[in-house]
């Protein structure tokens, strides 16, 4: 498997603009985490799903951040509209629940996409 | 409530000296505990994990962790650093298979002098 992959690795972008951020979670994986990490946070879970449903967003800041998660394989994360300190770097990440040995708190992640709001 | 403390923010060492990075938990489940490691402008990698079976666990790199119950500590440790350990060490908890209380530590950043 190629592991949790995530696009764009960079994004730069302006003040008010909409920003996207996807995600393909490892094949066969029924959880799915969104994470932001910055320097004064540290790492904030923002959401996760279960077999696609939203489970807990309590980490999302504001109305202005969205997630969905269309079927099993595709996850995105939308900022609209962005502000300066939305700058951060976003991870996504997924799990099997049940996995033996493992569990569904045993996360894998993508290599983020850092996102600069200027 | 669970909670997990990183004790240091930066630790350095020399090159060929031995790792500790200290964490310790609050769980009012019997936790599983994880390490995990990120190298600089990369993602997450899970290090080792404590799964309510042997206390004393191996990771990758040579690295290890001891589970004490009644120190509510799991640090990490690896006798002979290497330049390639210099990276930010998470420490986490949740309750065993919970998806739903997964929490990070602060981080520890480990720094190789060498």
């Known amino acids: 498997d190629a592991g949790v992959i995530q696009s764009p690795r960079h994004e730069v972008t302006e003040m008010g603009q909409e920003v996207t951020l996807r995600c393909k979670p490892i094949?066969?994986?029924?959880?799915l985490f969104w994470y932001r990490q910055t320097m004064m946070r540290g790492l904030e879970l923002l959401i996760y799903?279960?077999?696609?449903?939203?489970?807990?967003d309590s980490g999302m800041p504001e109305d202005r951040f969205s997630a969905k998660m269309p079927n099993a394989s595709f996850s995105t994360l939308k900022i609209q509209p962005s502000e300066p300190r939305d700058s951060a770097v976003y991870f996504c990440?997924?799990?099997?629940?049940?996995?033996?040995?493992?569990?569904?708190?045993?996360?894998?992640f993508g290599a983020g996409s850092r996102l600069t709001v200027l | 409530a669970q909670s997990v403390t990183q004790l240091d923010s930066h630790v350095s060492v020399s090159e060929g000296t031995p790792v500790l990075l200290r964490c310790n938990y609050s769980?009012?489940?019997?936790?599983?505990l994880f390490w995990y490691v990120q190298h600089p402008n990369k993602g997450l990698q899970l290090l080792l994990k404590?799964?309510?079976?042997?206390?004393l666990v191996k990771g990758i790199n040579g690295f290890e962790a001891e589970f004490k119950k009644s120190e509510t500590s799991f640090h990490l440790t690896k006798p002979s650093a290497h330049m390639s350990d210099a990276a930010e060490y998470f420490c986490?908890?949740?309750?065993?298979?919970?998806?739903?209380?997964?929490?990070f530590g602060s981080g520890t950043r480990l720094s190789i002098r060498p």
């Open positions: 094949s066969g994986h029924d959880y």
């Open positions: 799903f279960n077999n696609n449903v939203p489970i807990d």
């Open positions: 404590y799964t309510s079976a042997a206390t």
């Open positions: 990440a997924s799990s099997l629940y049940g996995d033996r040995g493992s569990g569904a708190n045993v996360l894998t």
């Open positions: 769980s009012s489940y019997s936790p599983s």
């Open positions: 986490v908890v949740s309750e065993y298979s919970s998806a739903s209380k997964i929490i």
